[in-house]
T-cell receptor
């Protein structure tokens, strides 16, 4: 049982380059999320998808776009990477976006922008 | 909007000592969740508290939800090196839809 799978695990980009972070879950969850984690800042929500076909902005959406490709997959795209986007990115899923639901996290993508 | 403040930010303890982290909110919380993140790892769900005054235990870990549902604590008795990591509290809040808001975490170091 893989749970939430993220690719790649590590990536180094140059400023201005673009890339897409991939996330897939096999738990038949309706809701999926992208967070970034910076030292001393905890986890901050970038975008989320409450259900297939919907996406919404979280706390820090600027510079990112997302696509909910199907129920299993939710990708995060950086169109023009900036050094401020150097971070660890976590994808998560839950049965639904509703109070009382635990979230299940992937292993993260460690992204460095030079 | 609703935020959860977590203290302390760091805690260093000798193995065998107790450890407590606190989570506080200025508004009433519908629930509180606790997660643990090992160094280099990802957050892992530990437990959820919903009821006022609720206390739950998992082996050496005791979780409490305040009577007013504005604060919560995680207490570890007799810490072990396996307890090392960052502990986060989180609470669901309504912002057009439900979003999980995390505290900034307490990083626990255990000195053998």
């Amino acid at each position: 049982n893989a749970g939430v799978t993220q690719t790649p695990k590590f990536q180094v980009l140059k400023t201005g380059q673009s890339m897409t972070l991939q996330c897939a879950q096999d738990m038949n969850h309706n809701s999926m999320y992208w967070y970034r984690q910076d030292p001393g800042m905890g986890l901050r929500l970038i975008y989320y998808s409450a259900s297939e076909g919907t996406t919404d902005k979280g706390e820090v959406p600027n510079g990112y776009n997302v696509s909910r490709l199907n129920k299993r997959e939710f990708s995060l795209r950086l169109e023009s990477a900036a050094p401020s986007q150097t971070s660890v990115y976590f994808c998560a899923s839950s049965l639904e976006t509703h109070s009382n639901q635990p979230q299940h996290f992937g292993d993260g993508t460690r992204l460095s922008i030079l | 909007g609703q935020q959860v403040m977590q203290i302390p930010q760091y805690q260093h303890v000798q193995e065998g000592e107790d450890f407590t982290t606190y989570c506080n909110s200025s508004t009433t919380l519908s629930n509180i969740q606790w997660y643990k993140q090992r160094p280099g790892g990802h957050p892992v769900f530990l437990i959820q508290l919903v009821k006022s005054g609720e206390v739950k235990k998992q082996k050496r870990l005791t979780f409490q939800f305040g009577e007013a549902k504005k604060n919560s604590s995680l207490h570890i008795t007799a810490t072990q090196t396996t307890d090392v990591g960052t502990y986060f509290c989180a609470s669901w809040r309504w912002a057009g839809s439900y979003q999980l808001t995390f505290g900034k975490g307490t990083k626990l170091s255990v000195i053998p």
